[in-house]
């Protein structure tokens, strides 16, 4: 017989970073997890993956066992690496901090594209293109 599922926890913790700390200790404490073993996992499966933000998605059971799935990095974050910058536009609309071309657009919708709620890659290249320009990064046509 399947566990139940008690709680459901997302977070976004930067990879192979998690520590006790807040905001991750308190909100994996009130739901009863032992903190140090889900900051061990965490860091150990994403080690690897530099220096992003990973979403992270926790199904706390009732026995106060869990088991979490990783996210693709947020389309802001993946804009931003593309960029090579470190933050969006103060000014979306009267200022352009960079240009994604039709390529990098590609790469990203390729890449995000399990974790978005759209059929083709043509719809995820549009969410991508709306993200891009709220952010003051020019999408070349």
């Not at 700390?21 to 860091?43: D, K, S």
């Not at 536009?89 to 399990?114: V, Y």
């Amino acid at each position: 017989m399947a566990k139940a599922v008690v709680r459901e926890l997302k977070l976004q913790i930067p990879a192979g970073k998690a520590t006790p700390a807040p905001p991750v200790g308190p909100a994996l404490g009130q739901a009863g997890i032992n903190i140090g073993e889900f900051v061990n996992q965490f860091n150990e499966r994403t080690r690897e993956l530099g220096d992003v933000i990973v979403p992270v998605v926790i199904r706390v059971y009732e026995d106060r066992s869990f088991d979490f799935e990783l996210k693709r990095p947020p389309v802001t974050q993946l804009i931003l690496k593309r960029i090579g910058k470190e933050k969006g536009a103060s000014r979306p609309g009267a200022q352009t901090i960079g240009k994604l071309t039709q390529a990098d657009l590609e790469a990203i919708a390729q890449e995000k594209m399990p974790d978005l709620m759209v059929n083709d890659i043509e719809a995820a290249k549009k969410v991508i293109t709306g993200s891009a320009r709220s952010m003051g990064v020019e999408v070349e046509a």
